[in-house]
């Protein structure tokens, strides 16, 4: 896929209970291209959510928001659950505790698909056979307690993608699993907007996690965009201080392995 998803352009936010009427985001200029696997990375409190809740449209009401978001490929802004969906670090505020894993997920595929129950849950069934479930007939009717916390990621994100959405965003989606869980789920978010050829935006404040499978790489700093480029070219050349910073803080990128892999 080809063309520009969506554009900012001097995209600033300020909530109104912020600290000090600071912005939480400040002139943020970026393409985003459809089809591409973005990583937002930065500290917390630069503003990665922000950014996620401004693409999606869920700013609280009250929050002034200047400049530009553009969407050429939709036309109009994102509908929630339908043109988008949003996976977040606890999948337990996601999932409802009292409805069953085939009804969460069956829900979305009705409601944003017009499926009545019985291909939605057909839908949710295939769906959690996508996420690499396993027994997906079983799954089906557990409850959200019952599973694991890995599990619980992945039935969430089956739920996000129920409605086909064509931008997955996910804010620190592994961030509460352990290491191995973690490189599972980033495999699996990989290969879904592969198959699909939807948008990702991968936010997280490991570098190293989203340097292993995404496109490219926007860093964040007290509400500013500090660079964004290509994995290759941040990793080996970044341009600021504070991205080399990064890099040099986690060993297992600024060694030379896999800046070699990486390089062209
Ligand atoms: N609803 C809100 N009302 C007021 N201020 C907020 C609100 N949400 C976030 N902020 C502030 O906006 C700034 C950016 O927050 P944001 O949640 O976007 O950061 P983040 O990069 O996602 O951080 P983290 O890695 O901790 O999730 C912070 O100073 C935060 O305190
Ligand atoms: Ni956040």
């Not at 802004?77 to 999948?91: A, L, Y």
């Not at 009804?103 to 690499?132: P, T, Y």
Request: net charge neutral; proline share 6%.
């Amino acid at each position: 896929m080809s063309g520009i998803f969506c554009s900012l352009r001097q995209l600033s936010v300020t909530y109104r209970r912020g600290k000090n009427n600071a912005a939480a985001l400040d002139g943020i200029d970026l393409d985003i291209a459809a089809g591409e696997r973005l990583a937002i990375i930065g500290e917390s409190g630069s503003g990665k959510s922000t950014l996620a809740r401004a693409l999606a449209g869920l700013l609280p009401e009250g929050t002034k928001v200047t400049g530009e978001m553009l969407w050429p490929a939709l036309g109009h802004p994102p509908r929630p659950g339908r043109d988008f969906g949003f996976v977040f670090q606890d999948p337990g505020t996601s999932l409802n505790p009292v409805l069953t894993i085939g009804e969460q997920i069956a829900e979305g595929a009705r409601r944003h698909l017009g499926l009545g129950w019985k291909r939605a849950s057909i839908r949710a069934e295939e769906l959690l056979g996508r996420v690499r479930m396993p027994q997906p007939d079983k799954a089906m009717r557990a409850f959200p307690h019952q599973l694991s916390g890995g599990q619980r990621q992945r039935v969430a994100i089956a739920a996000a993608i129920a409605a086909r959405p064509a931008l997955l965003i996910a804010d620190e989606a592994t961030s509460a699993l352990d290491v191995v869980v973690q490189a599972e789920i980033v495999r699996l978010l990989d290969g879904l907007v592969r198959e699909d050829g939807m948008t990702l935006l991968f936010i997280t404040h490991d570098i190293a996690l989203a340097s292993g499978f995404v496109d490219r790489i926007a860093v964040f700093r007290d509400a500013r965009l500090v660079e964004a480029g290509p994995v290759r070219s941040v990793l080996s050349a970044p341009v600021s201080n504070y991205t080399a910073a990064l890099i040099a803080s986690h060993r297992d990128l600024a060694t030379p392995p896999l800046i070699e892999e990486l390089a062209p």
